[in-house]
């Protein structure tokens, strides 16, 4: 907990210009997948992300599917043979997405019933919140991160 009130009492900005760029939220996070309907099923039936809207960009040949998270969104893309993304060995970029829930278990239970395979359950050791992980139909690792009282500040 240290680093994280140091690092917010580092500010490299003055106060009228940190009213300007303020980062509100996370907007969106872009998934590009390599089979749509597996991924928007997977997405929408398996974790039950309500679809926003679902449209055709015949000029990209690409389907994109907005997923509500909160009150942030997942975009999911298709096209035309995506290269794989390397998930092991870990690779500098984006590591992982990490949903927000309340309790463990039942999501664990539920992907059980899918099939989906979850890593054994371990303790963050500077939040003392629990976690686990699984993987999309393309391998992202995706992580479940224990917060029961939501809204709560874990850096």
């Known amino acids: 907990m240290k680093r994280c009130r140091d690092a917010m009492r580092v500010s490299l900005i003055d106060k009228q210009e940190a009213e300007v760029l303020m980062l509100n939220a996370i907007h969106h996070v872009a998934i590009i997948c390599s089979d749509y309907n597996r991924s928007k099923e997977f997405y929408s039936q398996v974790l ?38 390397s998930s092991q060995p870990e690779a500098r970029g984006l590591r992982h ?43 992202l690792p995706l992580e479940l991160y224990e917060d029961k009282d939501e809204g709560s500040t874990t850096c």
């Open 48 to 85: 039950g992300l309500p679809i926003i809207r679902e449209v055709w960009r015949a000029e990209r040949q690409s389907w994109k599917c907005d997923l509500q998270v909160g009150m942030a969104q997942i975009e999911l893309f298709s096209f035309p043979n995506p290269p794989p993304r």
């Open 97 to 139: 997405l990490a949903f927000r829930v309340k309790v463990l278990e039942p999501i664990i239970a539920r992907l059980g019933k899918f099939g989906i395979s979850v890593e054994p359950i371990r303790i963050d050791a500077h939040t003392q919140q629990r976690f686990t992980f699984f993987a999309d139909p393309d391998g």
